[in-house]
């Protein structure tokens, strides 16, 4: 990407540059300095297919440039030999922020997170990270690139570097600047049409939405970095939920991998943030999403569950449930009641939605249409 690229050079001549309108400054760990040259390798990484068990799936494969940094439309992703896991690719744009990586918060960095997919069964399914090293330490590309960034040859070279690199790429895929930003950080009153503006209002006023996806003074990442239960998915195992939560702890206490559980298993998954904690309130709560680029992104939901923005809006419309009338889980947040809203007052909600794509992904918007 050329942004990509632009942003690389920016930093490679030492260049302060200003990040994105909307967005604070990337928070980059004292420990892994970014560098033109470390970026570079990182979305060659990212983007190599030989780091799967079929030599057919990369990163890219699911967190797609072209489809901002998602696999969308698809409901949950596909990884080796067409086997499909149990939730919906999140984008990568903007993950830097993140303070905890996954819908479920399981892996604390972008350095960590980068371990799991390549042995997750149905992602990339290598049997260890043996496969990746030998790759990088044998091709010459690789090797040449590995020893001008890290300083480090052949057994030298370990997944602590690799996963560096990945997360140094990573922490370029930033967006900001959407016609919201250029709205209400950049003060140009046309950047929003009258629909949008009327959307925000219920978006901080009646619709309550920014208590969750929060908008500050001078940034908005759209998430508060925590995890609630607003209903999704879970209410179809409800019955079930206490045997799948004590069968799962027993398993955990055996030490099973909890990446493998929750992605290979439909109802495990849906126990969202507890099999992390071990909390019952954790009970199918999911990190909240940044809703920037969401018009791209389709469908929603850590399971991919609800196809379209309007659906989205219907759920939280009727206090978490899919139609008026369903049961509501007995964990459900707080934060989440029925809303009240008429029908054009969640076509505006639509509509500000639609206000979150940035340029760099326009043209993604117009191929989408
Ligand atoms: C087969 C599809 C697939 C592949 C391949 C894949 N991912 Fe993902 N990625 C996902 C899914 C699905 C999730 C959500 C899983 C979850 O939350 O339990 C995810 C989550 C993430 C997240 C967390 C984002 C957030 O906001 O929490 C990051 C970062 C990420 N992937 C980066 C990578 C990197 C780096 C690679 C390659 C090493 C990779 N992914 C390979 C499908 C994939
Ligand atoms: C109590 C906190 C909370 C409130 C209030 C809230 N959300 Fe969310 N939102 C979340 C969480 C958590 C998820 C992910 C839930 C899941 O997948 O199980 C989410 C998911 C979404 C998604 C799908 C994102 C994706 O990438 O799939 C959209 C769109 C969305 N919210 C918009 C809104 C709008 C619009 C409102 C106001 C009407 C709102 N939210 C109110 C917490 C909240």
Redesign the pocket.
Known sequence: MKALALLGLALLAGAVYAEPLGLPPVPIPADNPQSAEKIKLGDK??HDKR??STGA???S???DDAKAFT?SPRR????VNKLT????????IN?AY?K????????PS?ED??L???LNP???ALPDHGPILKIVRNDPDYAAAFQSVFGKSGEAITMKEVTQA?ASF?RTVVAGNSPFDRWYYGHDERALTPAQVRGFQVFVGQGRCVSCHVIEQTQALFTDNRFHNIGVGITAVQADVPKLAGAFLEAKAKGVDV?VA??TDKKT?ELGRFAVTDQFDDLGGF?T??LRNIALTAPYM?DGSLKTLKDVMTHYNNGGIAKAGDRVNDFLSGGIRPLNLTSQQMDDLVAFMQALTSPEFAQTAAKAK
Request: negative net charge; charged residues 15%; hydrophobic residues 40%.
């Open positions: 990484l990212f780091f799967s799936v990369a990163c494969n699911c967190h696999d949950v992703s596909e990884g896991g149990t939730r919906n690719a999140p984008t990568v993950a993140m905890t990586q996954f819908w479920d918060g399981r892996s972008l997170q980068a799991y997919p390549f149905v992602e990339m990945i990573e990446d929750v992605l998954s990190k999403p940044t850590h």
